[in-house]
């Protein structure tokens, strides 16, 4: 089993529409989660972070925690074709100093 | 202030050749990290220096690879002789003490092993 999964995509959603992200790990201990946004040949840019089961709410976007289920997703409300990029789930691991990656959802924001 | 800087941008190189690639942290930030991206796959974590000293390499593929981080500054990571499958986009990302899951990236490096 990976470590981090994501579901590659892509998923296409229109615009206005509420896109959701998913995002499951492997390590009952990880106590953190990020996502990262990167736009197509750019790096990877950080976005939201959570470490309490529950929501957490950053403008147009929602991370949703749930650590008895290893599962962490983001939602984007109102989603615009600026928000197409591929979206990254990241757990730290090895004592947190290592951040392990999923393969990345691609989001496209059909006009 | 000036975010994390890699070069060269792209490399394009023959088998057996030897690639050094080189990035500059953010100012103060301790933390510096190599990644890798081959096509399709996830972005993998190849390893970790605080300022000079190398925390955790385990992800690193195999002798073939040298990284080193003199003096606590700039990086570089050096493939010899490079093969087929080193072929990706290499990243590094620097953060600082303390808010180590916080990583800034550079835009990467193309290499491609012909």
């Known amino acids: 089993q990976k470590e981090v999964e994501q579901n590659s995509g892509p998923l296409s959603v229109p615009e206005g529409a509420i896109a959701s992200l998913n995002c499951t790990y492997s390590d009952r201990v990880s106590q953190s989660f990020f996502w990262y946004r990167q736009y197509s040949g750019k790096s990877p840019e950080l976005i939201m972070s959570i470490y309490s089961n529950g929501d957490k709410e950053d403008g147009r976007f929602t991370a949703q925690l749930n650590k008895a289920s290893q599962y962490v997703s983001l939602l984007i409300r109102d989603s615009q074709p600026s928000d197409s990029a591929t979206y990254l789930c990241a757990v730290p691991s090895g004592g947190y100093q290592k951040v392990t990656f999923g393969t990345g959802t691609k989001l496209q924001v059909i006009p | 202030e000036a975010g994390v800087t890699q070069f060269p941008s792209h490399s394009v190189i023959e088998k057996g050749q030897t690639v050094t690639l080189r990035c500059d942290p953010i100012s103060g930030h301790d933390n510096l990290y190599w990644y890798r991206r081959v096509m399709g796959k996830e972005i993998k974590f190849l390893l970790h220096?605080?300022?000079?000293?190398?925390?955790?390499e385990s992800g690193m593929p195999n002798n073939r690879f040298l990284a080193e981080r003199t003096g606590g500054t700039y990086s570089t990571l050096k493939v010899q002789p490079a093969e087929l499958e080193d072929s990706g986009v290499y990243f590094c990302a620097s953060s600082q003490v303390g808010g180590g899951e916080k990583l800034f990236f550079g835009s990467g490096t193309q290499l491609s092993v012909l």
């Open positions: 220096f605080v300022k000079e000293s190398k925390q955790d």
